[in-house]
């Protein structure tokens, strides 16, 4: 995805003949009691939610996938994605359904801190349905394809969380499969799951091969020790994992890691079909105000702060959630993205991060013309199909028309 100016997207041609579409299950909020906060290390926390009975099946989720908590701090209502980092539960007898999440504190975060100061046992939060993409390949009967196959990760920080549930999934869904993960951190007292990751390794060290890449601290090997930069990358490339032995690649952490990792793999001939990647970003404090983007050209929905005078140019947005139509106004001058101007008269409108990163409020563009500023999440066959991030984008034609059923 090329992030370095803004998209600009144009509705395309509804084919005469296309069958109607079913309308797809939506991410709904659900208030979810928290049953235990354990903490991972001095800036990190794994919360797991009780997930009662009558909601195991809007809970039914795949490794990789992600959930959005949604919260009062400090008077504004907040929200924030966060990885499920385990694998579903099913079989558990003490928590059946549960679901797990880690949450690291992030300097300035206010919606991080409040977890970290403030979550205990029996609080309960509105917790979204699980979504995302960043998951294994599976055949029509929802089965993990990974027998005989050789799938790397590679993560920074908490960009471990997907990829806890993802090896331990892989691992145990197939005898042969094997899982390499390469880990980077600044120290190991910032390993999230360390006990974990060591057990794994213990238990099956001929399946599962752990590297720990610490940029503050001396490891034995000098390829794990430093930064994980464009030199470091090339030489664990060539000597732990050649990309010629692999099947898979799940990247996920900070822009910069990700964008670095997929253009060393394209440099090398992995075909982006085998790549998935996941962003992790700091997100936003206030309900639909879009943060800046790493990468994205200029302030995401600037100017959207600024009032619009009685002369500015107004746009016309209509917009389909759960079969109603909706319809409101926007004045040019206010900057404002759709999914702002559909919060407007829909408070029910899907989204979690407001930073084009998680695609929670994708739609698919059926009329008109809109430019998104910032795209981290939307595949370019999703772009091909005329899906949109909503909170991205911003209407630049007289009517334009989205629907969030597709």
């Not at 924030?80 to 694998?87: D, N, T, V």
């Not at 639909?288 to 929905?301: K, N, S, T």
């Not at 500015?312 to 917009?319: C, K, L």
Request: hydrophobic share 40%; glycine share 8%; aromatic share 6%.
């Amino acid at each position: 995805m090329d992030a370095s100016a803004p998209a600009l997207a144009t509705a395309p041609p509804l084919p005469g003949s296309a069958p109607v579409a079913t309308p797809r299950r939506r991410a709904r909020f659900h208030p979810l009691t928290v049953a235990e906060v354990r903490p991972l290390t001095p800036d990190s926390i794994e919360v797991t939610f009780t997930v009662p009975p009558e909601l195991r099946a809007a809970y039914d989720y795949q490794p990789g996938q992600y959930v959005a908590l949604r919260a009062v701090v400090e008077g504004l209502e907040r929200r924030r994605s966060y990885s499920i980092c385990r694998p579903p539960q099913r079989g558990s007898a003490t928590l059946p359904g549960a679901i797990s999440v880690g949450i690291k504190r992030d300097r300035g975060g206010i919606f991080s801190r409040w977890a970290h100061e403030s979550l205990r046992p029996g609080d309960v939060v509105e917790v979204m349905s699980p979504e995302g993409l960043f998951t294994l390949r599976r055949d029509a009967q929802g089965v993990p394809l990974v027998a005989g196959r050789h799938i790397v990760g590679i993560a920074a920080g908490s960009g471990i969380t997907p990829i806890m549930a993802l090896a331990q999934t892989v691992l145990s869904a197939a005898h042969d499969a094997r899982f390499t993960l390469i880990y980077a951190n600044r120290t190991a007292q910032d390993v999230m799951f360390l006990d974990e990751l060591s057990d794994l390794k213990d238990r099956d060290p001929a399946r599962f091969a752990l590297h720990h890449v610490l940029s503050r601290e001396q490891r034995a090997a000098p390829v794990l020790s430093g930064r994980l930069d464009a030199e470091r990358l090339d030489a664990l490339l060539d000597t732990i994992v050649p990309t010629r032995q692999v099947d898979d690649w799940f990247l996920c952490g900070p822009i910069e890691l990700v964008q670095l990792c997929r253009d060393t793999l394209a440099a090398r001939g992995v075909s982006p079909d085998h790549v998935r990647f996941e962003l992790f970003t700091a997100g936003t404090d206030r309900v639909g105000e879009p943060m800046p983007a790493a990468g994205a050209a200029g302030q995401v929905g600037e100017g959207g702060g600024g009032g619009a005078s009685a002369n500015d140019d107004v746009r016309h947005i209509r917009f389909t959630l759960d079969g109603q139509t909706a319809s409101v106004d926007t004045p040019v001058g206010a900057g404002e993205s759709i999914l702002n101007a559909a919060l407007r008269v829909r408070p029910d409108v899907p989204f979690a991060c407001a930073g084009g990163v998680c695609g929670t409020c994708r739609a698919r563009l059926v009329e008109g013309e809109v430019s998104m500023d910032a795209n981290f999440a939307l595949e370019p066959e999703e772009l091909e199909r005329g899906f949109v991030l909503t909170c991205q984008s911003h209407p630049r034609s007289a009517t334009v028309v989205v629907d969030y059923d597709v």
